[in-house]
């Protein structure tokens, strides 16, 4: 019987390989529950991806998409955001919490893929965690995730220095291979989040077979996770098929997961986007397009939606996330704090919430930087710089002024960025007289942009990879700047203060939350008097659903996993005759 049900599974997910509508839907029930497999999700995204190559993995969309396709051996709880084991079975930790021994889980098989032998994935052994977080240590233009270890890990730093020169690859003593199921990470002294940075995209694992055949460039990936990569069109989508050898299973226990493919569509206008939603060629859309959102929440609140609403559910969730300018702060002008101020000064981010934005978002910026959507984090003990116009005038008279416009670098996010950048240089013109120029660029270039230095201000949002108030303070934190080959990261704003240094310092050795949240909080501070960031809004996120679409996830960090996710067979509430 389980036999013959495999089959159909099998031949289910080839017919809906097959573009459907939703009375096309071809679902086969669950054996266990009320979930059912089958059907392709359609969603979109305004920005396309950077890279799928784990370290090299620095924003949120090339995470996101990653995280269907890798899995690391931890990740994060969505709803404790506490660490749960992802590939990693088991782990223990010496006396003096510096050897952790882990164990991982048996049976794990990497995708079905043409850089293994006949094209079947093998089984994941320790080897592959090894060569995996090997990866993060040696020094190439591919790899953004050193920060997970330096200073961490035992004589790491050291092996990082030269590691560009080896002609092969030499393993660290800190990275141990026990046996095929076993490894070892020895830490040069205690580092209490350490299972948080193995929880992090660029921690993600994936199998040397795969480097050899494709390199770290193209778009190709191989992982273990619920989706296999299976097509990509640049700049227009990406296509996943369901992972038939996945591991894991829902609660009543149906192998994971259901949807048969997820087809991810780059629709850079948002409005556009919303139109495919509408028209039903997407199921899901993140954020709305500021220009009509008040008139879609009305929409919803509507018994009787109008056509092309009829099954549209609009969903808010908590989403630790702040919008926020940054200034380059290795530039001869904005090297200055009081012109940084100046600028702080004389933005009013009342209204472009509230008027720009048209109240998409969760509050203004009034604090810090880091979001008081964080759980026990003491986000109101920092005192944010507000609109002083007279402020603004008057520490402009004490700063150098630049001799060029200022630049203000962004990515449209469809027009919401490009409203809200529009919106700054207005009130910096009115109130200071200074006038800034414009430039738009896809997240992949801005990316490249900010580690080569080719910026003076930036419009950016912070989505922390790991659940700790601290991973919103680390690309200021002077120790991680790494530069190589013209590139510099992840403190790509090369700020540097001594002061920040000695409490962020403090905060990643504190032993308890309040400690370490007392310290992360003065590092927070000084970052604000110091006006290297100006804090605009923190947001939440808003989805449109279609309504037979269950159990969608949401992940405050944006980890979305959408294993579990399902369609359902109802019909539409009106059937229209076919023409």
């Not at 996101?64 to 404790?80: C, H, N, R, W």
């Not at 948080?196 to 390199?215: C, D, M, S, T, V």
């Not at 303070?473 to 700047?481: A, D, G, P, V």
């Amino acid at each position: 019987m389980i036999k013959n049900f495999s089959v159909y599974i099998l031949i289910l997910f080839i017919i809906a390989g097959c573009r459907q509508t939703r009375d096309e839907l071809i679902l086969v029930p669950a054996a266990k529950g009320n979930s059912y497999y089958g059907g392709i999700l359609r969603l979109s995204k305004t920005e396309y991806i950077h890279t799928l190559y784990p370290p090299s993995i620095t924003d949120p969309v090339s995470a996101q998409v990653a995280s269907m396709i890798y899995e690391g051996l931890f990740k994060t709880d969505p709803k404790t955001l506490e660490v749960i084991p992802s590939l990693a079975e088991s782990y223990e930790v010496n006396s003096d919490s510096t050897i952790y021994t882990f164990q991982i889980k048996k049976g794990v098989r990497f995708h079905d893929d043409p850089c293994f032998p006949n094209g079947k994935g093998r089984e994941l052994k320790a080897g592959d965690i090894v060569y995996s977080l090997i990866q993060l240590c040696i020094k190439s233009a591919d790899n953004q995730g050193f920060m997970l270890f330096k200073d961490r890990l035992k004589g790491i730093n050291e092996y990082f220095a030269t590691s560009d020169k080896n002609k092969k690859l030499i393993i660290p003593e800190a990275i141990k291979q026990i046996d095929d199921y076993h490894f070892q990470l020895i830490l040069e002294k205690p580092y209490p989040d350490i299972l948080f940075q193995l929880a992090r995209p660029q921690a993600f694992i994936y199998p040397i077979e795969a480097i050899n055949k494709y390199g770290t460039v193209r778009p190709k990936a191989v992982g273990t996770g619920p989706f296999m990569l299976t097509e990509v069109e640049r700049e227009i989508s990406i296509n996943l098929s369901r992972n038939p050898h996945y591991h894991r299973h829902d609660a009543p226990g149906n192998q994971l997961p259901f949807l048969s493919q997820i087809n991810i569509q780059f629709i850079p206008d948002k409005r556009s986007e919303l139109a495919e939603f509408k028209s039903g060629n997407i199921q899901m859309m993140y954020h709305l397009p500021p220009e009509q959102f008040i008139e879609i929440m009305k929409i919803e609140s509507m018994e009787n939606k109008p056509e092309g609403w009829e099954h549209s559910i609009l969903v808010k969730k908590p989403e630790i996330i702040t919008h926020y300018l940054a200034f380059n702060c290795a530039d001869k002008f904005f090297k200055s704090p009081s012109l940084r101020k100046a600028f702080a000064y004389s933005i009013d981010k009342t209204t472009i919430l509230s008027t720009t934005l048209n109240g998409e978002g969760l509050e203004v910026a009034e604090h810090g930087l880091i979001s008081p959507a964080y759980p026990s984090y003491p986000a109101k003990n920092v005192n944010g710089i507000p609109e002083r116009q007279d402020s603004a005038r008057t520490l402009l008279e004490e700063s150098p002024i630049p001799s060029e416009k200022p630049t203000l670098a962004f990515y449209p996010d469809g027009s919401r960025n490009t409203l809200v950048a529009i919106a700054i240089v207005d009130q910096i013109k009115n109130t200071l007289g200074i006038e800034v120029n414009l430039q738009p660029m896809p997240l992949a270039r801005l990316q490249e942009a900010l580690t080569e230095g080719k910026f003076t201000i930036v419009l950016l949002s912070k989505t922390p990879d790991y659940a700790k108030p601290i991973s919103f303070l680390e690309n200021f934190y002077s120790r991680n700047t790494i530069s190589y080959e013209g590139k510099t990261y992840p403190n790509v704003f090369q700020y540097q203060s001594k002061v920040f240094d000695e409490w962020y310092q403090k905060a990643l050795v504190a032993r308890q939350a309040t400690e370490a949240n007392a310290a992360v909080t003065q590092a927070e501070q000084h970052l604000i008097n110091e006006a290297v960031v100006i804090p605009l809004w923190y947001d939440e996120k808003y989805m449109l659903l279609k309504d037979n679409l269950k159990n969608i996830p949401s992940h405050p960090l944006n980890m979305d996993d959408f294993s579990e996710v399902y369609f359902t067979p109802e019909a539409p509430v009106e059937e229209k005759p076919k023409k």
